[in-house]
């Protein structure tokens, strides 16, 4: 970092801003294998607390990919890289009073622990979507481990790339059936018993 730059300490704080939310904000930070239901457990995760009036925000692996992070790869450096901006995002929306949903592979456990550092106590819970890779691999929404596969894709996540899945997670989404529904109502009706929210 620079020298000579000064953090400005400004009157209205994350405490006021969550105040006036009726919400306390933190990050919501889902992990996982691609095609484990990442995305689709956090639209509807998001759809519920909008329901119950909540400000929120999802940032999604994806979405992210074309727009802030488009110039990095799959490399492991630039995985890193990735998780480190949208960590220092997801902090600066904390800091504006939302709940933030994050839906990234995040497959490396120090940049995971990277993201709960920069938060207080209670605002980083993680969610391992712990869907095994053969059933991600039959869903391949996308086609893409079909192309990993056949090497048209390198470094792909648990075929080419490693994915270190979390031991401590607050929240497991074990996968035996059921559906994203029922996945998205287990991980809201855990986060109201941890008391976040109401
Ligand atoms: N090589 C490789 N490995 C893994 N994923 C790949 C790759 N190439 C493209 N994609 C698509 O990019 C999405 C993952 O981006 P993330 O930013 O979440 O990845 S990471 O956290 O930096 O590992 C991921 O989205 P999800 O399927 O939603 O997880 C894929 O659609
Ligand atoms: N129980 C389930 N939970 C989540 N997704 C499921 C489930 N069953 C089937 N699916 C499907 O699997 C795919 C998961 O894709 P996506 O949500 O994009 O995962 P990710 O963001 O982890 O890559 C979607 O097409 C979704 O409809």
């Known amino acids: 970092m620079e020298d000579n730059i000064v953090w400005h300490q400004h009157e209205v704080n994350k405490a006021r801003r969550g105040e006036a939310k009726k919400q306390k904000p933190c990050v919501i930070w889902l992990t996982g294998l691609s095609g484990s239901g990442k995305s689709t457990i956090a639209n509807l995760l998001e759809k519920k607390l909008a329901d119950k009036g909540k400000h929120t925000y999802l940032l999604d692996g994806d979405n992210v ?20 901006r949208i960590s220092e995002l997801a902090k600066l929306f904390v ?25 207080e106590d209670n605002e980083f819970v993680e969610v391992f979507v712990n869907t095994p890779i053969e059933e991600c691999e039959k869903r391949d929404p996308k086609g893409l481990y079909q192309k990993a596969r056949s090497g048209e894709i390198s470094d792909f996540t648990g075929i080419s790339s490693p994915y270190e899945a979390p031991e401590t997670a607050e929240i497991t989404l074990d996968f035996s059936g059921q559906s994203a529904q029922e996945s998205a109502e287990q991980l809201f009706s855990q986060l109201q018993q941890k008391g976040l929210i109401d």
């Open 65 to 84: 990919r074309h727009g802030l992070n488009g110039d990095l790869t799959f490399s492991d450096k630039d995985r890193v890289e990735n998780i480190r």
């Open 95 to 119: 800091d504006s009073g939302l709940i933030v949903i994050t839906a990234f592979i995040s497959p490396f456990k120090g940049e995971r622990d990277y993201c709960r550092a920069l938060l």
